[in-house]
């Protein structure tokens, strides 16, 4: 077993991906919320967005489409997947995201450690993931949590 700690610092491979007006409509009517915001461009723009913005959750639907799958990222882990779960997930708006804007995401290991404990041993790695705009701008910040019991 190699020490989970070495993880620290990796850096997984980064990724673009623009924020589809469908996606978010799709999303909005997974999660069953009817906010005209994230239907109509008129209802947004009055409610003082430029565009069409993304729900809260939104940015999972980035990181499934644009970046590597559940599988991918857990062998760069070196995690065997079957063992992993997902044990938290934040996120920090700085600015907002609307349809038509182009995401592109940076994600590195931020903390990482092994615990002990009376349901066995388990690692804890800890996620960060940057979106900047195709401004430049930081507009979010990610982190989550995956645990992988040994």
């Given at each position: ?20 007006k ?6 909005a ?55 992993v ?32 404990g ?33």
């Amino acid at each position: 077993m190699s020490n989970v700690k070495d993880l620290i610092g990796l850096e997984l491979e980064p990724y673009s991906m623009a924020v589809e007006k469908g996606k978010i409509k799709e999303l909005a009517l997974a999660l069953g919320d009817d906010n005209p915001i994230y239907y109509d461009l008129e209802a947004a723009k009055k409610e003082g967005y430029d565009g069409i913005p993304i729900p809260p959750t939104f940015l999972q639907v980035i990181d499934l489409w644009g970046g590597l799958g559940s599988a991918e990222k857990v062998e760069k882990l070196k995690f065997n997947l079957v063992r992993v779960l997902h044990g938290q997930q934040a996120y920090e708006y700085l600015g907002d995201i609307v349809a038509g804007d182009v995401l592109s995401v940076t994600s590195k290991v931020v903390a990482a450690e092994t615990k002990s404990g009376s349901t066995g041993v388990m690692e804890f790695v800890s996620l960060e993931n940057q979106y900047q705009n195709q401004r430049g701008e930081l507009v979010a910040i990610t982190r989550s949590t995956l645990v992988h019991r040994l």
